[in-house]
């Protein structure tokens, strides 16, 4: 009795070859149907083989898919499968989708154990409050600051007017020129 080749732990009994026919006797050993069943052997050890090598030292696949070689896999690592429990979980970004491979990667979790693992939802709940973040503020530089009591626009929404002739001049020009600007025809029409 050997041991399997391919690492497993399934013990292989090897036959031993029959000898030769004593004298004057004919052969009848089926050398085809022994041929045919070690060839069948070998091509099993051969592939057990080929599957262990695909396999990463922490028992994940390196490249290879364990879900049945169905070819549903990326090559970001994630099948149909876990895209669309990712989809369920409302986790769909880019960003988000890399946090969880790397969680897997580091971890060699599946993806639901990453996604019931605390440590994963807290920091996919602050990279999301981030995103949040960001996308509030404005993204130009000029920003809509305080206007100074030396501005038109000030004192046209003051609704008053200054006591500087000049810049009481500018307010009025600026008042007029909206007056004229406002549409003749109501925004209602009647029907």
Known sequence: MTKNEAGGDEDVVLEDLPGDAPEGEEDKTDWKAIAKKNHGIAQRFKTKFEKSKDKAPDGGDKGGSDKGGQGGE???????????VLRVEKITAPDEVKLVESYMKETGKDIEAVLASKYFQAELKEMR??????????????????????????????????????????????????????SQFSSNPLQ
């Not at 990326?74 to 669309?84: E, F, I, P």
């Not at 307010?171 to 406002?182: C, G, M, S």
Request: without cysteine; proline residues 5%; glycine residues 6%.
């Open 74 to 84: 990326n090559a970001s690592g994630l099948d149909k499968l876990d895209r669309a």
């Open 129 to 182: 409050d981030l995103a949040a973040t960001d996308d509030a503020t404005p993204s130009g530089e000029k920003r809509s600051g305080v206007l100074t009591r030396d501005t038109v626009e000030y004192w046209i929404a003051a609704g008053k007017l200054p006591e500087d002739p000049v810049l009481r001049q500018k307010v009025v020009n600026a008042k007029i020129a909206k007056e004229k600007n406002v």
